[in-house]
T-cell receptor, first 113, second 112 residues
């Protein structure tokens, strides 16, 4: 079945450590996105990528980094520069030129100890 | 920045009742989408309505869009306990890269 796979589902990190969240899709979608969700709030865009080897900052990119070396993969690194990294992270993808519907993974919950 | 604002923040109803959620936004849009999120899970797309459409139906869902008031509503008819979830509106203001801006959501609880 086609879809988006995020891993790990739960991740604990000590302050000062970088962590990388994985996002893989087999939908053959061109565009991929990372969102952050805090309790009781909507989603805020961190980074997005429309094609391989290209990505743009979203609204809250500070303290995060991404890469897009393959169409299927869009990993997110939460760096030690991110002041408040505890959150639920959601990866999504969409087909360029499609209706704009986003397909989401199941999310990764990061907790900083 | 968040453009969509849902109202109410939380809604509690009995099975069989209808649930109405509202969304207001600030700028012109290409389309508006509604998503559902079960607790601790990813979002699932429910329905998309374009700026030149006024109403759209999908099963027990009915969405309206009033671009003059910059608002949309989602109606779930004959609700079921399985409809318990958070519902988000998301607006696409254009720009060519499908950048959606999400509201804070409405938490719906449907009691058996």
């Amino acid at each position: 079945d086609g879809g988006i796979t995020q891993s790990p589902k739960y991740l604990f990190r000590k302050e000062g450590q970088n962590v990388t969240l994985s996002c893989e899709q087999n939908l053959n979608h061109d565009a991929m996105y990372w969102y952050r969700q805090d309790p009781g709030q909507g989603l805020r865009l961190i980074y997005y990528s429309q094609i391989v080897n290209d990505f743009q900052k979203g609204d809250i990119a500070e303290g995060y980094s991404v890469s897009r070396e393959k169409k299927e993969s869009f990993p997110l690194t939460v760096t030690s520069a991110q002041k408040n990294p505890t959150a639920f992270y959601l990866c999504a993808s969409t087909r360029t030129g499609g209706t704009g519907e986003l397909f989401f993974g199941e999310g990764s919950r990061l907790t900083v100890l | 920045s968040q453009q969509g604002e849902e109202d109410p923040q939380a809604l509690s109803i009995q099975e069989g009742e209808n649930a109405t959620m509202n969304c207001s936004y600030k700028t012109s849009i290409n389309n508006l989408q509604w998503y559902r999120q079960n607790s601790g899970r990813g979002l699932v797309h429910l329905i998309l309505i374009r700026s030149n459409e006024r109403e759209k139906h999908s099963g027990r869902l009915r969405v309206t869009l009033d671009t003059s008031k910059k608002s949309s509503s989602l109606l779930i008819t004959a609700s079921r306990a399985a409809d318990t979830a958070s519902y988000f509106c998301a607006t696409d203001a254009g720009g060519g890269y499908n950048k959606l801006i999400f509201g804070a959501g409405t938490r719906l609880a449907v009691h058996p």
